[in-house]
């Protein structure tokens, strides 16, 4: 079979619709080749034969040689030169590249094919042997550290003692007999560590190369990055091999990454950095501060050296060109990668650039108004969890700050918590519930966990493109890089920044969207919500079918549920009104009353109170649909716990405290999740259940009369499992109803439904919509009594089932779509045929979440109801599911 394809020198033989099996840069190296760019040529080995590779005990097909042979002569053909000659050698380098950009997989190798004879070629044949040997030194300390596993450090310290011996302070200082004299030294110290020297064999390095791509498929930080990231194991890498082309051969020459737009605002503008005469990933390491590529970029972030634009300006006009040309093609912003040899352009990479949440919007709503997309692709383009960030807080304008430090504003959003310096510790202290800010001089990789722990990161090395950078917008958290004045001391575990010491756990604000890093905690302010955002969600809202609510109890939540964009309330849940401390013993007297007589008495303190919550959430929802569930927690919940609880309520009663203390024990129950609770309470005692619905419907009448405007609540009965219960409680209802009407003269309309929350209701769904009008899906209960496993206790054998396989998600974030939703078809399908016009929602934790979204999308629910925070992203994910 086919193992190597090809690209560039007019023989590609990919696109960028095969990803899967070229990987994400080997398609898109084709797709540039394809358009007419400038691309180096090379062969790109496919993603099939990483999975040959562990399927047959990491080795490789007979075939495989003799293809990777064939299409290195072909790159020797184009380039008119000889993998391993002495005169004229061949140089490559060694890519990884899988479906998705990963960056736990293996480095680049850059400089392939150079050993003591062909450097020497190289200098001879260039007329450089500052470019040769600086090149030679490259391939030695990457090679050994990538494929050989070498630490960095050997190759560091021998080159801190050259420069030192010699007073350099630039690498650009040495000369090319310096140069010489390091390689030695590198490769005595290759020789001490690995027991044997350096390969210069070019056969052996280059298969040594593919043989790590392969290998670091599986090494820890791409499996770890594969699981944050949700990227199946078998999907594997591809490997690309492409010829070298130089941006270390003097100052026409140049290397740099670009964003097609601004990646932390979205701007319509060119952005990028580049390093004259450096190679690869000079720019991304921060050895070196990078220069702007554009003016604007350059003033933007008062940076004195000069521009891109102003140094080379023929090619900066050529690349702006293949910038317009790349987002035209793809139609998303793009994220370049190039390298200049001698005033010649070369394009490295492209692929659809990361960007924060409102860059995002800001690009989706432009290219759409732009018309190279169309509203709906722009609907679809936005990840509905991503708008999460943009309802997060920024730094109180007014608030005072202590300023130390200022970076580059890598990864806007604001963050304080405790300083730690090393990934480990703040994965540590993140799990015991702190906040942290994680401080690194650079972060490589292998840091991902611990970034993915802290809510803000802060470097003092690097630009906007460092892999600090890059991986905070990814992953949303803020970031401040490159915050050149700290001088962070790992071993002290201190920084310093002109005199202000800060140590392990003292707390910093960052502001990834202005680059200041302060001192202590700072306040913070909650978002606007107009501009992109607004756009994008009426877009949104013009395509979606289904309804979102929210669930909501108090004034505050449901002021906040409508700012959002609520149409309702799916779910109120009156017990929560009910741990008021003025409440609480009132609460407490109605369940330990050892009589009708004496819970009534105690719940018409209540009603007041029921009445006013009532009053005030009819008044902010203003007409839309609120659903207000009836009492449904086990009674345990309110029972007094202290002494001093239990002689308050007495005294309130006039009882003896010791019957308060019997009584309370009477009322134990071993399982109250399944016990005494939910409609079960509403049938041994009715006169809650009809207080609660007198004080619904004299609201309801109230606000009537008051603002004019119809109330329709919508009165729900937890906990059903037969019809005959819901007909008891739905007559307590209607009599509450007649009585409320014979006080006031309002005739309140009502709906009386149910939530179905246990697989019994689910199976006699049909029985139940003779008499209820409506159905919510209580997925939180459903899920834990289909699964028979409770919420509560789940946690410390879940994650075991998620690492085995056994579920693929917990099911309590994201809806178990084919057994509980299966109950979920079952009862829709009973429902509706019984009672064609039935309202169905869901009000579980799953009603936030965009997959669950999609699944109540595809079995016609009427409406999603979820916290407030979540409104907005069920708006979206509603409408992606509708699209
Ligand atoms: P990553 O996936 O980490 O971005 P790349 O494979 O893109 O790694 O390589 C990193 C950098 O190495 C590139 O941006 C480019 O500057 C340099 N590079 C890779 N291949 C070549 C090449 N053939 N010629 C010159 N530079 C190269
Ligand atoms: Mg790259
Ligand atoms: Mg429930």
Redesign the pocket.
Known sequence: SKWVYSFGAGATEGRADMKNLLGG?GANLAEMANLGLPV?P?FTITTELCTYFYANGRSYPPELTAQVNAAIARLEQAMDAKFGDPVNPLL??V???ARA?M?G?M??V?NLGLNDATAAGLAKRSGDGRFAYDSYRRFIQMYSNVVLDVEHHHFEDILDNHKRDKSYTLDTDLSAEDWQAVIEDYKKAVERELGKPFPQDVQEQLWGAIGAVFGSWMNARAITYRKLHDIPADWGTAV?V??????NMGNDCA?G?AFTRNPSTGENAFYGEYLVNA???D??AGIRTPQHLTVAGKIANKSDLPAMEEVMPEVFNQLNEVRLKLEKHYRDMQDI???VQQNKL?M??TRNGKRTAPAALKIAVDLANEGVIDRNEAVRRIDPASLDQLLHPTLDPKADRKIIAKGLPASPGAASGKVVFTADEAEQMAGKGESVILCRIETSPEDIHGMHAARGILTSRGGMTSHAAVVARGMGRACVSGAGDLRIDYKTKQMSVRGVAVKEGDILTIDGSTGEVMLGEVPTIQPELSGDFATLMGWADGIRRMKVRANAETPLDARTARKFGAEGIGLSRTEHMFFDPERILAVREMILAEDEAGRRKALAKLEPFQKKDFVELFTIMAGLPVTIRLLDPPLHEFLPNTEEDMAEVAAATGTDPLRVRHRTIQLHEANPMLGHRGCRLGISYPEIYEMQARAIFAAAAEVAKTTGEAVIPEVMIPLIITKKEFDILKAVIDRAAEQVKAETGVTVEYLTGTMIEIPRAALKAGEIAESAEFFSYGTNDLTQTTLGLSRDDAGSFLPEYQRQGILEQDPFQSLDVTGVGELVEIATERGRKVRPDIKLGICGEHGGDPASISFCEKVGLTYVSCSPYRVPIARLAAAQAAL
Do not use: A, H, I
């Open positions: 840069k180096p090379g490559v380098s890519r990884s590249g950009s960056p997989m480095d680049t850059l690309n492409q010829c070298m082309v130089f941006g290397t990454v190679q690869g990933e720019v991304v990668e190039f390298t070369f490295l990479q």
